[in-house]
């Protein structure tokens, strides 16, 4: 007979990590469409070659997402938006192919239509280029989990909460 082995005491378990991250839409009308705003990864080690949402990052200690959001689009794009003007669109909760705990992810997706100044590249160590894009005529490659995100908005087929990286 095998012995069941004995539960961890409250408080001794390793604790499950999830890194939160905000990523925010920059939604604007351009004659008959909505087009989003878009930068070209380049030298930050993940996705390079790619292209992300106009600004994303991982919410600092002590931060609500909304906050995070808006320091985001101020670090990234240099403009000033509203914590009340983030729509929240999706949570996707996110791996990795490795199983490294601090691997997975919870990405909140907000969008924005309204800001103050012209965005522009922040960052040029880690972006070098923005660009307004149809949201049905995305361009090629664009990171996967934030593709499938914009797909869904294009199409009004956007989940509340989704995964990626999982066996569903």
């Known amino acids: 007979m095998t012995e069941e082995p004995e539960p961890a005491a409250r408080g001794t378990a390793p604790r499950f990590a999830l890194v939160p991250a905000v990523y925010v839409v920059l939604r604007r009308r351009h004659h008959d469409h909505r087009e989003v705003l878009l930068q070209f990864r380049d030298g930050t080690g993940f996705m390079d070659r790619h292209w992300a949402c106009g ?13 995070a959001a808006v320091r985001e689009v101020r670090e990234e794009l240099g403009v000033q938006i509203d914590a009340d003007a983030l729509v929240p669109l999706v949570v996707v909760h996110r791996r990795h192919e490795d199983d ?27 972006s070098s280029e923005l660009g307004w894009f149809d949201v049905t005529e ?3 490659p664009v990171v996967p989990h934030e593709g499938r995100v914009l797909r869904a908005l294009a199409t009004g087929d956007l989940p509340l909460v989704a995964t990626y990286g999982f066996e569903d």
Do not use: M, Y
């Not at 490294?100 to 100044?117: E, L």
């Open 100 to 126: 490294d705990p601090v691997n997975q992810r919870i990405d909140v997706f907000f969008a924005c239509d309204t800001w103050v100044g012209e965005p522009a590249i922040q960052e040029p160590d880690k």
């Open 138 to 140: 995305l361009p090629d």
């Open 55 to 67: 600004a994303a990052g991982h919410v600092e200690a002590g931060e609500s997402l909304f906050q």
